[in-house]
């Protein structure tokens, strides 16, 4: 089993950042962090940002691309996420995600979830 504790979200206006955390306890060495998806009201999860193991390779979805950026530590098992030049569009529950496969972006390809942290960007 993997834990995942996500961290940072909260409220902020149009054009500003936040930082995004999620800490993963347990059987980390089987399946880690490498993901982020969100979820906006009435609307379906959706694939945010990825990365692999060594934090050599990033993907990211076209809306969030050139805004985010996502990054690990390894040493900390903790994952991250900067958001910068928010818009109120980028409004969800922000969730990370565990896989056991080198990188993913799909949902369907990770083992494990986080309950999410709330991220609202007012105009």
């Known amino acids: 089993q993997v834990q995942l504790v996500e961290s940072g979200g909260g409220l902020v206006q149009a054009g500003g950042s936040l930082r995004l955390s999620c800490a993963a306890a347990g059987r980390t060495f089987s399946s880690n962090p490498k993901g982020w998806f969100r979820q906006a009201p009435g609307k379906e999860r959706e694939f945010v940002a990825a990365i692999n193991w060594a934090g050599g390779s990033t993907y990211y979805a076209d809306s969030v691309k050139g805004r985010f950026t996502i990054s690990r530590d390894n040493a900390k098992n903790t994952l991250y996420l900067q958001m910068n030049s928010l818009k109120p569009e980028d409004t969800a529950v922000y969730y990370c995600?565990?896989?056991?496969?080198?990188?993913?972006?799909?949902?369907?390809?990770?083992?494990?979830w986080g309950q999410g942290t709330q991220v609202t960007v007012s105009s």
């Open positions: 995600a565990a896989t056991r496969r080198p990188v993913a972006t799909y949902e369907w390809e990770y083992d494990y």
